[in-house]
Nanobody
């Protein structure tokens, strides 16, 4: 059974930081591209950051220079370090695991991030 479990969300003031974690099980973690997506109320889900099987990273323009995605293969876990948070970063953040060659894709349940004073 595949599981992606996010943690680390919460309420933070503007300018603050949070670190999201996504612990996976049931997949060969090193073979999956891992992504962080977010969905704000009334908006479509969007890609925030991703890290490929080779460790290459990609970021949405809105978070470049503020967010960092990383992974720890030994722990089957991917992280999203979020610094200099803004109110517009408020959303539910989802972890995604995708393996294009086999068309496998999995999602976590999401974790709420609220940036507000």
């Amino acid at each position: 059974q595949v599981q992606l479990v996010e943690s680390g969300g919460g309420l933070v003031q503007p300018g603050g930081s949070l670190r999201l974690s996504c612990a996976t099980s049931g997949i060969t973690f090193s073979r999956f591209r891992m992504g962080w997506y977010r969905q704000a109320p009334g908006k479509q889900r969007e890609l925030v950051a991703s890290i490929t099987t080779t460790g290459a990273t990609n970021y949405a323009d809105s978070v470049k220079g503020r967010f960092t995605v990383s992974r720890e293969i030994a722990k089957n876990t991917v992280y999203l370090q979020m610094n200099s948070l803004k109110p517009e970063d408020t959303a539910v953040y989802y972890c995604n695991a995708a393996r294009i060659v086999s068309l496998n894709e999995y999602w976590g349940q999401g974790t709420q991030v609220t940036v507000s004073s």
